[in-house]
Every structure is written in structure tokens, then in C-alpha cells.
């Protein structure tokens, strides 16, 4: 299981009790439970947020981990992923070719993690987005079924082609009851994007979209896979860029996410990303503890395939 | 060279109009005689050094097969495949002739590599027609000599995977084969679209984070050969020497190519085309997970497209069914999707794709499969004496049982390459001997 899409409800629980389990756990007794497992952390593409949070939750757990990245190995002299990904244990990988952990498994046989492939997907971006919503829409839930976000309707804004992150949590969020909906210029946001999964629908009118919505999490312009497309990026900002007065006129209450990096001034104002509606420094804390639980049962279930993220 | 006499065998034979009991002697490379059973000179010959006895009881006898579209890797690229395994290969799968790419390393730009190729030395199972580079290192720049290949060898030209975009150029490549009486053979992708794609454009590729190459790419290129090829016709009366320009559109993938191609023949162009197996039998949902053995270029396309490569091979607008076989090594292929390189083998599965499915499941009659694995793609390349088992062809002959089902496993291909997305498929028609120019090139283990 390297994608969101492959998460039933009952994984989603299980994966967020243990989550909310580890945080509250004494540390000590929490650095027993994979002590002297060794954790490599595979990051053929460079990353802040996701190689720290991932590093804190092995280390939290009690696990050695090595980090390999592309800069500092034989990532960078040509060896393949098969070949390396054969001389480690278990695997936490991100990498800029879409696909790439279903290779590292099929090839190891190893717990994988997927921690974002390429424009594919980035599954516990899109647990921690999940943890984050219902933490503010049902406050000392534990467990949730089908129906947990029955009624809530969550926008995903901006460059959803180039997207992991969009593309996880339109997966994941639809299966607990949401109701996705993607906005963005066309040359971002393709017609088929709606063939994706169920529960997913296209809004072009950004306000529209705001004012459907309790949840408005925004994405980055991925310039570097942009690839030769051209955005108008002054055109952009006034169609889709998030204003204190756009959010104050068609979203007053809407909770505003973003998985970083952002691009203050883009995609958002500098004074939203600050402002009080935005949970973006309150995802990044939630993402440790969902990477625990995810590397937790990743390792504690070698019969399994590999427990994904 | 000695004589061999296969008896009893239902001879299919679809240029010749042939289809009934027959026996058939093979003498000194040619077919010398097809008579009813019993009937031949040979009266009641007995089996000797000189004399192989054949007894097809059972079995179909039908012309060898012919692929105009496979990739041999040699010069160059012998851990994928050698001239030697790839025709090994192919006489497993009932072919007795096929057309090799230019796109080897280096490229067949010179009748020096073109008469390399086809030296004994190669030790091919079967019979090699190369198919020479349009342009030098097939960069799209300067013509090769087409005259000079010929005498070498090559039966036409192609730029292969680098189709050739410039409108000015592609013109010449026409005008300059049709001078020459040579076919052109277009990878029909206009690569400016394509840059980066792994696969078909489309919700699959959405959903799996790959980008796609959109169907345009493919026919926008197609409508601009047959512009061309109709500018070039002069009212269907050609050059001065009353050569026509013919067009090959290689592997077609998609419903718009084959629709232009309908148009142009309706329009009485010289162009024609192929489909290769894996277009008429998979769509872009067999990427599943990233599975490399699905990647291939043109990509596995739509269910409307597959089913537009059907259709075109039911209603005839199709004129040949070829493998693209295109080998690579394992390690080449176990990599991230998107640097994978693109092509499967295809040559030992063919038939046994084309029998089931074409014949027993979407009901074309065996004489149309087999003419469109064999009479048809001979006749568009000018392959002479081959593709048909009259009187005074070359002994290229294959006997098979059409109804024997078999499943097919990539570990025991000859080819050197395992590559393919039919591994463990039930097959329909078991190939029990290959005989090229009068030699047994395959016989089944059974046989």
C-alpha cells in the first residue's frame, strides 16, 4: 500500500488511534518500541518538511535512520534504484519519478513508505491534511468511519497537474464522505481530473468555490515541472490568488491549508498564511505524528506488504 | 540442398487463392510443386538423405510469415538482442522474413552495414530485409543514398523513432524513395507534443502522475504525410518514370491515424499502414502499477482507440499486422516508469495473439489473418516470391496447428529479451515447423 487510494475507512482509523496513541505515549516508552530497527530515508528530491518529520517520527519511535539523499551518495553516479534500495531495510522514500516506490518494492521486497513520487501522489501529506480537518470539525474524535466528513466539502486550489498532494487528498478525503472540489485554470487542471475517483468535481470560479467550501487548501505553481507550459502568472494572482479580502467576502470561516512551501504573494498573501484561519504551522505538527504511526506499522508487519504512506 | 516433401497438410495459401489438402515439394530453396495428396512427382518416394518427409496431417500449411517492423539491435546493441536470437526468435513464431530497423548503433545509413547485416556470418534463423535510415544518424538533416542501399539490400526507409518533422525534408524523403522505388515508413509522432511523456495522455496518466502524449501526436502527424504524399502524386499519375510515392504508417495506435489512412486510400493514395499486437489487444489501463513490459511508443492508447485498431483490421484498411518487436535487457527495463525505455518483444507471440483473438474470438477468417501476417506486409515492402507458397516462390513455409491452445512464457523466449506483457497469456495455433528457403530454421519439440 504506497497510495492514498488503496486506504480503506477502518486503515484510516487505525492509522489515526495509533497516531493520537504515540503522541500521547511517555517518549521513553515510545523509544522502545523500534529501537535498534535501522530506517533509511531515501530522498532522491530535495525536501525540508517531509525528510525532517519523517526523521523525527523514526527517531521518536526509536529507530536509527540513515539518510540517503541524492546529493551526498551513489544516488548521483548513476546507480540504479533497484540496486540500491537492495542494500537497505526498510524504506522511506521521495522520489521525482512518478511510480518509483512500486519499483523499490517489487524489486526489495521491503516495507516501503511512500514520502512522494513525482506528480503521483504523497499519501501522508494527505493523512496529516486529514488530521488536521478533524481536529478543528470534530474536535476528541478517535476513530471515523465512512460518513466522518459527511457534509464538509474541501477545495483544492491551483496547480492540481503537477500535484502529489492533490492528488492524494482528492483520493483520500472523498472515502470519509467529503466532497472535493478541484479549482484551477485548465491549463492546470485537466477535464479528466474528474475520472480520478468518486466524489470529485470541478469549479474554474475560484469565489464559487470558496463559498461551497468549509476547507480551502492551497498549492504551490510547481514551476519546476511546468515543462515548457506557460502561465501568466499576473493573471493568475487575480484569479486565483488568496486574498484577506477574497477569504473575508466568500469564506469567512473556511479553515486554509497549504502543504508548503508556499509562495507568499502567489498562491496567498503573506497576511493569510499568518492570518487567523490558517493551519499551515498546524500541519506540520500533526505530520509527526501520523509518520509515526505509519512507520510503526510499516515495521511491526512484515507479513504485510508494505504499510504505506 | 536437400528436397523435402510435406504431405497431408491443409494448405492455406491466400495470394494464390489455395485453400485445401495439398502436398508440397520444397526443392533447392523454391517451392517446386503443390498437388493434390499423393499426386506430386515424387510418387511414392521414400524418405532418404536426400529426401525429408514432412507428414502435416492435421496441421495447417500456410506461407512464412512476414514482420516488416522489428528491431534486431545489431550493430550494437547485442545485450538486447543479435541478428542471430532475434530470427531465432522469429522462426519460433511462424516468420520466415523480417524487416529490421534502422535505429541501431551505429545507424544503417551505408550499403556497408546494410550487406553486414545480412552476411552469413550473422547466422540469421531466416531471411533479413534491413530497412535503411532516411537520414544520416536518422537526425532528420541529410538524405542517405537511397540508391545505393538498394543494390545493398534495403526494401525502404525510415527514420524509425525520430520521425521526420521538417515538412521540406520528409518531401525529399519521398520524392528521392519513390525515384529510388522504395516505401517510406514513418513513426508517425510529432515530438514537439511528446517531450517528457511516458504514456497516452488521459485520466490513466492523470491519475498515475505521468504525462501524457496526446493522440494528435500521432495523427497530426499522419495527416501531414498524406498532405504531402497527395501533393506529391501528381493526380495519381507520379513521376516521370510513373513511380508513386507510397507512405507506411508505422504501428498506427490511434482511431484518428487509422480514419486519415482510410481517407488517403479512398482518395487513391499509396499509403497503407500496420497495428502491431499489443494495440489491438491492451489499452493504457495496462500500465496498472507502473509496469514497464506496458510502455512502448506509440503508448498503449484508449478502449475507443484499441477497438478503432480492430476495426480497421476486420473492415481491410489495416494492411499488416506487425510486431514492433523491440527487445530490451531486464535491467535496462527495471527502472522508474518514466526512464524506462520504450518497445516489447513481440515476435513468438504474434501468431498465437492474432489466432486467438482475431480468428477464434472477433471471427476473421484464417486466411485473413494469415495474409495480413504474411501475403500483405510482402506485397507492401515488394518483398518478392515471399508471403505466398506458388510454384517458384522461396520454401519459406510454416506448419502449424491453428486449433492447439499453448501458454506462452516470456522465460523460454529465444529472443535474448524478455520483455513483453504476454507472459503467461493462452496462445491460439502452435507453430510445429519454420522452414526458410527450404531449410527447417524451427521445429517444435512436439513435432
Known amino acids: 500500500m504506497l497510495s492514498a487510494g488503496e486506504l480503506t475507512p477502518e486503515t484510516v482509523s487505525e492509522i489515526l488511534t495509533l497516531a493520537t496513541q504515540l503522541e500521547r505515549e511517555d517518549p521513553i516508552q515510545r523509544a522502545q518500541r523500534l529501537a535498534k530497527r535501522r530506517i533509511a530515508l531515501l530522498f532522491y528530491e530535495s525536501s525540508t518538511r517531509t525528510r525532517t518529520s519523517f526523521e523525527l517520527a523514526a527517531k521518536g519511535l526509536g529507530a536509527d535512520t540513515t539518510l540517503v539523499s541524492s546529493l551526498s551518495s551513489s544516488i548521483e553516479k548513476g546507480e540504479t534504484l533497484k540496486d540500491t534500495g537492495l542494500t537497505l531495510k526498510a524504506i522511506i522514500l521521495r522520489h521525482p519519478s512518478s511510480g518509483a516506490p512500486w519499483l523499490l518494492e517489487r524489486e526489495t521486497r521491503?516495507?516501503?513508505?511512500?514520502?512522494?513520487?513525482?506528480?503521483?501522489?504523497?499519501?501522508?501529506?494527505?493523512?496529516?491534511?486529514?488530521?488536521?480537518i478533524l481536529a478543528h470539525l470534530s474536535p476528541g474524535v478517535e476513530t471515523v468511519s465512512a460518513h466522518?466528513?459527511?457534509?464538509?466539502?474541501?477545495?483544492?486550489?491551483?496547480?492540481?497537474?503537477?500535484?502529489?498532494?492533490?492528488?492524494?487528498?482528492?483520493?483520500?478525503?472523498?472515502?470519509?464522505?467529503?466532497?472535493?472540489i478541484l479549482c484551477g485554470p485548465k491549463e492546470l487542471l485537466p477535464e479528466v481530473a474528474l475520472e480520478a475517483g468518486p466524489g470529485i468535481e470541478i469549479e474554474r470560479d475560484f469565489t464559487r468555490a470558496m463559498a461551497l467550501s468549509q476547507v480551502v487548501m492551497m498549492l504551490r505553481i510547481q514551476a519546476e515541472r511546468l515543462a515548457g507550459l506557460q502561465v501568466d502568472?499576473?493573471?493568475?494572482?487575480?484569479?486565483?490568488?488568496?486574498?484577506?479580502?477574497?477569504?473575508?467576502?466568500?469564506?469567512?470561516?473556511?479553515?486554509?491549508?497549504?502543504?508548503?512551501?508556499?509562495?507568499?504573494?502567489l498562491e496567498l498573501t503573506g497576511e493569510v498564511a499568518d492570518g487567523p484561519q490558517s493551519l499551515i504551522l498546524e500541519q506540520v505538527h500533526h505530520g509527526v505524528a501520523i509518520r509515526m504511526a505509519l512507520v510503526l506499522r510499516a515495521l511491526s508487519q512484515p507479513a504485510r506488504k508494505a504499510v504505506g504512506a | 540442398m536437400s528436397t523435402i516433401l510435406i504431405?497431408?497438410?491443409?494448405?492455406?495459401?491466400?495470394?494464390?487463392?489455395?485453400?485445401g489438402l495439398k502436398d508440397i515439394v520444397l526443392r533447392d530453396g523454391r517451392v517446386a510443386e503443390v498437388a493434390e495428396p499423393g499426386k506430386t512427382t515424387l510418387g511414392k518416394a521414400k524418405p532418404g538423405p536426400d529426401l525429408q518427409m514432412i507428414d502435416a496431417k492435421g496441421l495447417t500449411v500456410a506461407?512464412?510469415?512476414?514482420?516488416?517492423?522489428?528491431?534486431?539491435?545489431?550493430?550494437?546493441?547485442?545485450?538486447?538482442?543479435?541478428?542471430?536470437?532475434?530470427?531465432?526468435?522469429a522462426a519460433a513464431g511462424g516468420f520466415t522474413s523480417v524487416a529490421a530497423m534502422p535505429n541501431t548503433v551505429p545507424t544503417n545509413d551505408s550499403p556497408e552495414i546494410t550487406r553486414w547485416m545480412q552476411a552469413p556470418e550473422r547466422n540469421a534463423a531466416i531471411r533479413v530485409f534491413p530497412i535503411g535510415a532516411a537520414t544520416r544518424a536518422i537526425k532528420g538533416e541529410v538524405l542517405n543514398d537511397y540508391a545505393a542501399l538498394k543494390s545493398a539490400g534495403v526494401v525502404?526507409?525510415?527514420?524509425?523513432?525520430?520521425?521526420?518533422?521538417?515538412?521540406?525534408?520528409?518531401?525529399?524523403?519521398?520524392?528521392?524513395?519513390?525515384?529510388?522505388?522504395?516505401?517510406?515508413?514513418?513513426?508517425?509522432?510529432?515530438t514537439r507534443m511528446t517531450g517528457g511523456c511516458s504514456m497516452n495522455a488521459g485520466a490513466t496518466a492523470f491519475r498515475l502522475g505521468l504525462r501524457g502524449m496526446p493522440p494528435e501526436a500521432?495523427?497530426?502527424?499522419?495527416?501531414?504525410?498524406?498532405?504531402?504524399?497527395?501533393?506529391?502524386?501528381?493526380?495519381?499519375k507520379g513521376d516521370k518514370n510513373g513511380h508513386r510515392p507510397h507512405l507506411h504508417v508505422a504501428h498506427t495506435s490511434t482511431a484518428q491515424a487509422v480514419a486519415a489512412v482510410r481517407q488517403a486510400r479512398r482518395n487513391g493514395l499509396r499509403v497503407t499502414c500496420e497495428v502491431a499486437p499489443h494495440h489491438f489487444l491492451l489499452t493504457e489501463e495496462h500500465v496498472g502499477a507502473y509496469d514497464t513490459n506496458a510502455k512502448m511508443n506509440p503508448p498503449l492508447r484508449s478502449a475507443e482507440d484499441r477497438d478503432a485498431m480492430i476495426q480497421g483490421i476486420l473492415d481491410g484498411v489495416v494492411d499488416a499486422i506487425a510486431t514492433d518487436h523491440a527487445p530490451h535487457a531486464s535491467h535496462e527495463k527495471e527502472v522508474e516508469f518514466e526512464r524506462a525505455p520504450n518497445g516489447i518483444t513481440g515476435l513468438e507471440s504474434a501468431l498465437g495473439l492474432s489466432l486467438r483473438w482475431l480468428h477464434h474470438e472477433w471471427k476473421l477468417p484464417l486466411g485473413r489473418v494469415l495474409s495480413l501476417l504474411s501475403a500483405q506486409p510482402a506485397a507492401l515492402l515488394g518483398l518478392r516470391g515471399r508471403g505466398t507458397l506458388s510454384v517458384g516462390s522461396f520454401a519459406d513455409v510454416l506448419i502449424f496447428d491453428p486449433k492447439q491452445e499453448w501458454v506462452f512464457q516470456a522465460k523460454n523466449s529465444r529472443s535474448k529479451s524478455k520483455n513483453t506483457p504476454f507472459d503467461g497469456w493462452t496462445m491460439q495455433g502452435k507453430v510445429h515447423w519454420t522452414i526458410s528457403e527450404g531449410r527447417v530454421a524451427f521445429q517444435a519439440a512436439t513435432a
Open chain 1, 110 to 132: 521491503l516495507p516501503v513508505l511512500n514520502a512522494g513520487d513525482g506528480m503521483h501522489e504523497h499519501p501522508s501529506q494527505a493523512l496529516l491534511d486529514l488530521r488536521t
Open chain 1, 148 to 180: 466522518a466528513l459527511a457534509g464538509v466539502t474541501v477545495a483544492i486550489v491551483g496547480d492540481i497537474l503537477h500535484s502529489r498532494v492533490a492528488r492524494s487528498n482528492m483520493l483520500l478525503l472523498p472515502k470519509l464522505g467529503a466532497r472535493v
Open chain 1, 233 to 265: 502568472l499576473e493573471e493568475y494572482k487575480t484569479r486565483y490568488q488568496l486574498t484577506e479580502e477574497r477569504l473575508a467576502a466568500h469564506a469567512p470561516k473556511a479553515l486554509v491549508m497549504h502543504p508548503g512551501p508556499i509562495i507568499r504573494g
Open chain 2, 7 to 19: 504431405r497431408n497438410g491443409h494448405l492455406i495459401d491466400p495470394a494464390a487463392g489455395v485453400d
Open chain 2, 63 to 89: 506461407p512464412g510469415l512476414v514482420d516488416i517492423h522489428v528491431h534486431l539491435r545489431e550493430p550494437g546493441q547485442r545485450h538486447k538482442e543479435t541478428i542471430a536470437t532475434g530470427t531465432a526468435a
Open chain 2, 156 to 190: 525502404a526507409v525510415t527514420d524509425d523513432g525520430h520521425p521526420i518533422l521538417k515538412d521540406s525534408i520528409m518531401r525529399e524523403v519521398l520524392i528521392n524513395a519513390t525515384r529510388c522505388g522504395l516505401s517510406v515508413i514513418q513513426h508517425a509522432e510529432d
Open chain 2, 218 to 236: 500521432e495523427y497530426g502527424l499522419v495527416e501531414r504525410d498524406i498532405r504531402l504524399v497527395t501533393e506529391l502524386s501528381m493526380n495519381g
